[in-house]
């Protein structure tokens, strides 16, 4: 007897064809609607059935889609687009519906779309500067018809967004090639910000549209960023970072959300970006008052745990050096790019952002393992980067952190538990307190570290777990560097964990790597 599971696909399947074929073959706007809006509904949030319509290309599902996105009919062509947008998955995902949607020129027309849309949302906003704010025709246009448009924009800039997969990075050329390119999305979040200020006291339903509208733009924006190098340098140029400024500001947690995540995309890659962000003090300040929490007694607003953490990672992404170049994967770092790195881990440091930092040691609350172990990840890779190549911190965060040895004792004397990806994450912060520093290499030997690595780290791991095995190495080497006695120590010590084995091969590699170096 048939599965339920796979009836349901069979029936599926059939119904969908049904629905394609009238898509295709009756020529009644009511009709082709009410098609798409099947796929649209059917498809949302279930990547499986996107799939399952994707692949019956026999009735020519996606290219009538895309055909329908150029019609002058705003619902049918809304409701295209949102279909277009579920077969390619609510967050991208599907790429065979990606791909067809790409070859069928859908980025062009859902683009074209939007800029159509955006420059008669501009045209009412427009008109309604000349008249009574609270006339009825006023209200009309603003609260009727242009929240209508505001809804069609919000559809184009989410099925746009989908496209934009991370495993499709030409699908962003597009959008960035297009005329003003990023401007343009900067134009918009221009646009909606006035219209929202100039409509939030006289409507209620009108201005939340228009903050959907921003946050699903900023989405878009910061995927862009994300893949796009040509984007970055767009957005940079035409002044991002005080549109970054502008979406921190706003009262709205999913659009604060997306800011940040827009700092993280655009400066964790990007000398320049880090450079003209830390150069606005108030990002830095808004981020890191999110880490710490709010402190003014007279303020009862709250930031959400995704705020914390996703400030976390944007501050991590400030200070993090990416090595670019062979010379700098072999370790000789430009000097320039290492003051810009070093000025900002001090702007940070100075600010109180890492004053807490203790609190990320703690699991969180809950019964799945990978969300209690997530403030401890994103804490530790915050303190990696911020004190690596920074003495001034190195010696804070040994004396803070490796005082009561809390990387071991609350992190690695836990790795059953909380698993490889954090003991390579705790590993990582050692080998940063260390690197190029005598005073804090003999700080954290003299905790014996280097004894709790090899005897209850090194000496568990499995013969296959190669990246913990150098993670490891690398700690150990970073709490030796440059010292012939802690070196024959530590080979000593190997030796008697019965570990010289397990890092042979590690320890080779990084001592190459120093011999590049000099």
């Not at 006339?135 to 018809?145: F, Q, R």
């Not at 530790?380 to 001034?392: E, G, P, Q």
């Not at 700690?475 to 042979?504: G, H, P, W």
Request: net charge positive; charged share 25%; aromatic share 6%.
């Amino acid at each position: 007897m048939p599965s339920f599971e796979r009836c349901k696909s069979e029936a599926l399947r059939k119904v969908s064809q049904y629905i394609i074929y009238l898509l295709s073959q009756h020529k009644a706007n009511e009709i082709k609607f009410s098609c798409a809006q099947y796929i649209w509904c059917m498809t949302w949030k279930n990547v499986q059935n996107g799939k399952l319509l994707a692949e019956a290309e026999s009735y020519g599902t996606i290219p009538m889609l895309v055909g329908l996105t150029q019609t002058t009919q705003q619902q049918v062509r809304k409701m295209a687009a949102g279909a277009l947008w579920g077969l390619c998955g609510n967050r991208g995902g599907n790429r065979t519906a990606i791909a067809e949607i790409a070859k069928k020129s859908g980025i062009l027309y859902l683009h074209n779309a939007l800029t159509k849309t955006e420059n008669k949302i501009k045209e009412i906003q427009e008109i309604l500067r000349k008249v009574d704010k609270n006339s009825p025709e006023a209200k009309n246009l603003s609260i009727g018809e242009c929240v209508e448009w505001e809804k069609e924009s919000f559809v184009y800039l989410g099925a746009l967004y989908a496209m934009c997969d991370v495993n499709v990075a030409g699908n962003c050329k597009v959008i960035v090639q297009q005329h003003d390119g990023v401007r343009f999305l900067i134009q918009i979040l221009k646009e909606a910000f006035k219209r929202y200020h100039e409509i939030k006291n006289v409507d209620r339903r009108a201005p939340e549209v228009t903050m959907q509208r921003i946050s699903k733009c900023t989405e878009l924006l910061g995927q862009i960023l994300l893949i796009d190098s040509t984007g970055r340098k767009q957005f940079l140029h035409f002044g991002g970072e005080m549109f970054i400024l502008m979406l921190l500001r706003a009262n709205n947690t999913a659009i604060r959300n997306n800011a940040i995540i827009v700092i993280t995309h655009t400066a964790m890659a990007d000398f320049n970006a880090k450079r003209k962000i830390a150069s606005k003090p108030e990002i830095i300040e808004l981020l890191i008052k999110n880490v710490n929490g709010n402190q003014d007694p007279e303020n009862k607003e709250k930031e959400s745990t995704e705020t914390k953490y996703n400030s976390v990672i944007a501050l991590a992404a400030l200070c993090y050096y990416p090595m670019q170049t062979s010379e700098e994967k072999m370790g000789k770092l430009d000097q320039e790019k290492l003051k810009i790195i070093k000025d900002i881990q001090n702007i940070i440091f100075q600010s109180g952002g890492v004053s807490r930092i203790k609190e990320f040691l703690n699991p969180m609350s809950v019964n799945n393992v990978s969300f209690q172990v997530l403030p401890i990840r994103i804490g530790l890779r915050l303190a990696t980067d911020i004190c690596r190549y920074n003495k001034d911190i190195q010696k804070y965060f040994v004396e803070t952190i490796m005082l009561d040895c809390l990387c071991c004792h609350q992190v690695l004397a836990k790795k059953d538990k909380y698993g490889k990806k954090v003991s390579i994450a705790a590993l990582k912060v050692i080998s940063a307190m260390a690197q190029g520093n005598q005073e804090a290499q003999d700080l954290i030997r003299k905790h014996n570290v280097n004894h709790f690595i090899m005897a209850n780290v090194l000496k568990s791991t499995k013969t296959e777990d190669v990246e913990l095995q150098m993670a490891c190495a690398h700690a150990l080497f970073a709490m030796c560097e440059n010292n012939e006695q802690a070196k024959t120590d530590t080979v000593a010590n190997l030796k008697r964990y019965e570990c010289t084995s397990k890092i042979e091969s590690a320890l080779r590699y990084i001592n190459a790597m120093q011999r590049a170096k000099r």
